[in-house]
């Protein structure tokens, strides 16, 4: 399942993001969710750990929050790299933001369309079944 996002709406969404949360990031380098990171980092991102399980610690080098409210400043994508069942409570925390993102991002293979509704109903972007890193990489 995909969103019917056009890559001029992609391509503007990623042009114009500058914070990025990364729900289920990881310390081992060999999860894609490290290299996505590693790479939207190096292309100029502000890119923030989101992991419960490793708070204290740090992933390239930014420290690792438990939830998305512990995000002190506007989060621009919430890129999801989390099982589909966990989809909608990680879009239902986004939405709850004081500041709401510009859009929530399911990677590959990952879809929800109750939860990509209830996004682009509150004014925000749902984006499925694609890789940040991919699309990026594709369109800039």
């Known amino acids: 399942m995909r969103d019917s996002h056009t890559d001029d709406n992609i391509r503007h969404l990623l042009s114009s ?3 990025i949360a990364f ?7 060999e999860r894609p969710v490290y ?3 590693a790479y939207l980092q190096r292309a100029g991102y502000r890119c923030i750990p989101v992991n419960p399980g490793q708070v204290g610690k ?13 995000i002190a400043e506007p989060i621009d994508i919430v890129d999801i790299f989390r099982q ?20 929530v991002w399911m990677q590959l293979d990952l879809f929800d369309e109750a939860a990509a509704a209830k996004a682009e109903a ?3 972007m749902a984006v499925m079944d694609r890789c940040t890193k991919i699309e990026h990489t594709r369109l800039a």
């Open 17 to 19: 993001a500058r914070t």
């Open 23 to 29: 729900v289920g990031a990881s310390l081992k380098p």
């Open 35 to 37: 290299g996505v990171m």
């Open 58 to 70: 740090e992933i390239l080098g930014e420290p690792v929050v438990a939830r998305l409210a512990d």
């Open 84 to 103: 589909r069942f966990a989809l909608a409570g990680v879009v239902d925390e986004a939405l709850a933001l004081p500041v709401k993102p510009k859009a």
């Open 122 to 124: 509150a004014g925000v």
